[in-house]
């Protein structure tokens, strides 16, 4: 007598990739400087508690983030300090 043929294995499924974290990569990309910033981190909490995928996709959409409000404020700088200079107190 054979024995009994075994049930083809399933392998698990692959952890799922956190929704938050492509959200903060897409708004990255974009230009939006405060959402990604938050978002990113809310992701990053996510991953974590969940074990989900996607924390590098948050990393880079909380630099593009970070780097877009690093430019405003550069931008918003040499806009109004410009401004001084060519109707301030000169």
């Given at each position: 007598?054979?024995?009994?043929?075994?049930?083809?294995?399933?392998?698990?499924?692959?952890?799922?990739?956190?929704?938050?974290?492509v959200v903060?990569?897409?708004l990255g990309?974009?230009?939006?400087?405060?959402?990604?910033?938050?978002?990113?981190?809310?992701?990053?909490?996510?991953?974590?508690?969940?074990?989900?995928?996607?924390?590098?996709?948050?990393?880079?959409?909380?630099?593009?983030?970070?780097?877009?409000?690093?430019?405003?404020?550069?931008?918003?700088?040499?806009?109004?300090?410009?401004?001084?200079?060519?109707?301030?107190?000169?």
């Amino acid at each position: 007598m054979h024995p009994a043929p075994l049930p083809p294995a399933y392998a698990a499924a692959p952890p799922r990739t956190n929704t938050l974290a492509v959200v903060t990569l897409v708004l990255g990309v974009l230009g939006f400087a405060l959402l990604p910033v938050v978002l990113g981190h809310l992701a990053l909490a996510q991953v974590r508690r969940t074990g989900e995928r996607g924390a590098a996709l948050a990393v880079v959409g909380l630099v593009l983030g970070y780097l877009t409000c690093a430019l405003y404020a550069l931008v918003a700088v040499l806009v109004l300090g410009g401004g001084i200079v060519l109707w301030g107190a000169g």
